[in-house]
């Protein structure tokens, strides 16, 4: 495949519009319109129609523009590799939920610093989605996500430890430490989490299991520790890793409620990259020193 025709034409796709990518490109539109036809004819498919003054994407255009954006960012972390090792600067990018960002990682990540003081470590944070998204175009080198269904098919996924979850209210709710049903909750105020989060996924897996409606949405929120704050300032009820609410429940800020045949726990996982042919001396230093940590989730 012309690299050259698929790079104009990943420009194309992203700007939506020949002329954009004409003059980011600095060439004319002619020119840029020939390449893509070009690619075309090579692949045998047609991969852009035209909408107004736009384009728009068919199917394999659409595939095509997320493989060659795929295949560009690998190029630029060649070029950033080979500046790290002309620099004689090592690098480890981690994508992380919440969870693992927060109560498992910082005690090996310290660890992995101390041994190796000449390598820079990079962690961002983000949901299930944006940790794969990350992987896939190679702007991270492994991942760590909480989910109950393994994720995107060129992504190995190997289960690290079960998380408990548990439902908790503010200590005047009406279901503080009480055991109920899980059709007890459907009528309470309960705080949903962002669409795309893994615990909103296993929240609403939970009552679709049991065949109960689910509870009512009192309220959304982006990030746990601010659902949890919301909590504790006397509203709704929340599914949360226990590891996170812990200390609030130890404090008194919280109480948990216990729901019948409803142990609740979700697998978390570290993700690299299947056509990687070697793990990244961090994965190997992680999976070595994982259950050393005190503050390893408890399973």
């Not at 049991?210 to 006397?234: D, F, R, T, W, Y």
Request: aromatic residues 10%.
């Amino acid at each position: 495949m012309n690299l050259h025709a698929l790079r104009i034409f990943t420009n194309v796709a992203k700007l939506g519009s020949i002329t954009e990518a004409a003059n980011l490109l600095l060439i004319s539109q002619p020119a840029v319109t020939a390449q893509v036809r070009k690619l075309e004819q090579e692949i045998g498919v047609k991969l852009i129609t035209g909408k107004g003054r736009g384009i728009q994407l068919t199917t394999e255009g659409k595939f095509l523009f997320e493989q060659g954006l795929r295949l560009f960012h690998l190029e630029e972390q060649i070029d950033e590799k080979f500046k790290t090792f002309l620099e004689k600067k090592q690098q480890v990018q981690i994508a992380s939920n919440y969870i693992a960002m927060n109560y498992i990682l910082p005690p090996i990540i310290a660890g992995y610093k101390l041994e190796n003081p000449d390598v820079d470590v990079n962690v961002s944070l983000g949901i299930v989605p944006s940790v794969e998204r990350r992987l896939l175009n190679y702007e991270s080198d492994c991942g760590f996500v909480v989910q109950s269904n393994i994720g995107h098919e060129d992504l190995h996924f190997e289960k690290i430890l079960d998380v408990p979850f548990w439902f908790v209210v503010h200590p005047s709710h009406p279901l503080a430490n009480k055991e109920v049903t899980i059709f007890d909750l459907s009528e309470h105020d309960f705080i949903y989490r962002e669409r795309g989060s893994s615990t909103r996924d296993l929240l609403e897996a939970i009552f679709y299991t049991h065949n109960c409606p689910l509870p009512k949405l009192g309220l959304q929120m982006q990030g746990l520790p601010e659902s949890i704050k919301v909590v504790e300032a006397g509203f709704g009820m929340l599914l949360a890793p226990s590891c996170s609410v812990i200390e609030a429940l130890a404090q008194g800020r919280l109480r948990r409620v216990f729901v019948e045949q409803a142990e609740v726990n979700q697998s978390l996982f570290i993700c690299t990259r299947k056509m990687d042919e070697n793990e990244h001396p961090f994965v190997n230093y992680f999976k070595e020193n994982l259950f050393k940590s005190e503050n390893t989730v408890d399973t």
